[in-house]
């Protein structure tokens, strides 16, 4: 079992930066593939950005890639997301999630994370 808890959202200006974090409980943190998934209001949830239970690899979606940054901290059982150049339409609820690290497929199938946390409001203002 793992259990994930978000922090770090908040209201910023377009252009500006916000720093998620993830803390995960347990001692298998590092058994896991990390994944940065948001909902906005009416839409449905989108991948954003997994990084690999050793931290070197990552994976974004295009619309964040050269934005956003994934990372993780294997001895504080955290995962980040840093997000730069923010624009309106970020505006959403993020949500981290685990994946078991021997599952296979596309890293942004949503479906195949077995843990979420309960999610961070962003919304970034024009």
């Known amino acids: 079992q793992v259990q994930l808890v978000e922090s770090g959202g908040g209201l910023v200006q377009a252009g500006g930066s916000l720093r998620l974090s993830c803390a995960a409980s347990?001692?298998?943190?590092?058994?896991?593939?990390m994944g940065w998934f948001r909902q906005a209001p009416g839409k449905e949830r989108e991948f954003v950005a997994a990084v690999s239970w050793s931290g070197g690899t990552t994976y974004y979606a295009d619309s964040v890639k050269g934005r956003f940054t994934i990372s993780r901290d294997n001895a504080k059982n955290t995962v980040f997301l840093q997000m730069n150049s923010l624009k309106p339409e970020d505006t959403a609820v993020y949500y981290c999630?685990?994946?078991?690290?021997?599952?296979?497929?596309?890293?942004?199938?949503?479906?195949?994370?077995?843990?979420w946390g309960q999610g961070t409001q962003v919304t970034v203002s024009s």
């Open positions: 999630a685990a994946r078991n690290k021997y599952t296979m497929g596309s890293w942004d199938y949503a479906y195949q994370y077995s843990y």
């Open positions: 347990g001692r298998t943190f590092s058994s896991y593939n």
